[in-house]
Nanobody
Framework: VQLQASGGGLVQAGGSLRLSCAAS????????MGWFRQAPGKEREFVTV????????LYADSVKGRFTISRDNAKNTVYLQMNSLKPEDTAVYYC??????????????WGQGTQVTVSS
């Protein structure tokens, strides 16, 4: 599975962005898909994950209620809708494929990352 993330950009605090992650490969629907982010000087951290069927999701406390993950298995794409963005959401966002987990080590496939910058 190869992953290509897109949709990042510069937005003001309180604004919204939608990230997309397009996947190649026939096994997309069997793979849980997650989003992680890494701010400058910080460790890469878990944001959210969705199961292969889309029936289960998990969110980091810091984004719960503001971010929504979804997937369209017919299009081999996973989305991250980000609302009420805060400056502390500024980071490079990575999509990843693997097991349904909050642990970075559980993911085998990684996209190249897309920059999200939230100005105050």
């Amino acid at each position: 599975v190869q992953l290509q993330a897109s949709g990042g950009g510069l937005v003001q605090a309180g604004g919204s962005l939608r990230l997309s992650c397009a996947a190649s490969g026939r096994t997309f629907s069997s793979v849980a898909m997650g989003w992680f982010r890494q701010a400058p000087g910080k460790e890469r951290e878990f944001v959210t994950v969705i199961s292969g069927s889309g029936s289960s999701t998990l969110y980091a406390d810091s984004v719960k209620g503001r971010f929504t993950i979804s997937r369209d298995n017919a299009k081999n794409t996973v989305y991250l809708q980000m609302n009420s963005l805060k400056p502390e959401d500024t980071a490079v966002y990575y999509c990843a494929g693997g097991a349904f987990s909050i642990r970075r080590e559980s993911y085998v496939y990684w996209g190249q990352g897309t920059q999200v910058t939230v100005s105050s």
